[in-house]
């Protein structure tokens, strides 16, 4: 698979408008599912542009949430959206907090690319309080994320090499990032899925993110001859079965919740 760092050092704006758009539903299941309220202190590992932080501001007051990334760019998005929140660059595999800092530590969508997925969930248990919760989701690649199981469907009609996500990404199925916090040492641990949405002015509005390789799809994408991606989109938008109107689409993710 190409180098899924560097294909998150991208615009904050650019991610936003690709994956970022199904953010405040998802958000909100998370945080529904991991029982954050009012007077709790909480972590967002792998904040991204901050969606999910903002998310949690929203709960618990800004001041009380904390959070991290490895992207430089994404890093400074979420400080400009939350500067009363203790925004770090930093790895979830090495969080500069001590131990038992939060009620409640929560990763969205980033399990999957942590360089030690297994090393990243024990130090979220590290940096929550006994009796606090450690909550994740992953997106459902090999089903239930409608763009990108279209995306890939398309991009390996073209290369069947390309590196499908529903298949490359790990814990990406259903009981497998519960089996991971369970291995992690985390007690009472709870599976389920969440579902969100995300609204489109057109296709166009879709494809266009693509194009700046966001993510390990926008990354296959720009690798492509411009015939080849022009081949892609237009397979992309068939099997969606959209127009150029304004369309909704839905997506799955995966969830597991342990208690430290």
């Known amino acids: 698979m190409a180098d899924t760092a560097a294909s998150f050092r991208v615009a904050a704006d650019a991610y936003d408008r690709y994956v970022g758009r199904y953010g405040p539903d998802l958000s909100a299941g998370l ?17 991204g542009p901050g969606a999910l932080a903002t998310a949690l501001a929203r709960v618990v007051a800004e001041e009380a949430v904390a959070a991290v990334d490895p992207s430089e760019t994404f890093v400074a998005a979420c400080r400009a959206r939350l500067p009363a ?52 989701c992953v997106w459902d690649y090999l089903e239930g994320m409608t763009l990108m199981r279209a995306f890939w469907d398309a991009a390996t009609a073209i290369h069947p090499t390309a590196p499908d996500e529903g298949r490359a990404m790990p814990y990406a199925r259903e009981g497998e990032l519960a089996r991971l916090l369970e291995r992690a040492g985390l007690r009472d641990v ?71």
């Open 85 to 136: 929140a203790d925004i770090r660059l930093a790895a979830a595999e090495e969080l500069p907090f001590a131990d038992d800092t939060f009620d409640a530590a929560l990763a969205q969508l980033v399990v999957n690319f942590m360089r030690d997925p297994g090393a990243g969930v024990r130090e979220m248990a590290r940096v929550t309080r006994p009796g606090g919760r450690v909550a994740a």
């Open 190 to 260: 709870r599976r389920g899925e969440l579902t969100a949405h995300a609204s489109y002015a057109s296709f166009a509005d879709l494809a266009e993110p693509l194009g700046h390789g966001v993510g390990p799809a926008g990354a296959h994408y720009v690798s492509l001859a411009e015939g080849e991606r022009a081949r892609l989109r237009a397979d992309l938008q068939r099997r969606l079965g959209v127009g150029n109107g304004p369309f909704r689409l839905s997506a799955r993710a995966w969830l597991a919740v342990g208690t430290v």
């Open 31 to 47: 945080i529904a599912a991991a029982g954050v309220r009012p007077g709790m202190r909480v972590l967002d590992v792998g904040c």
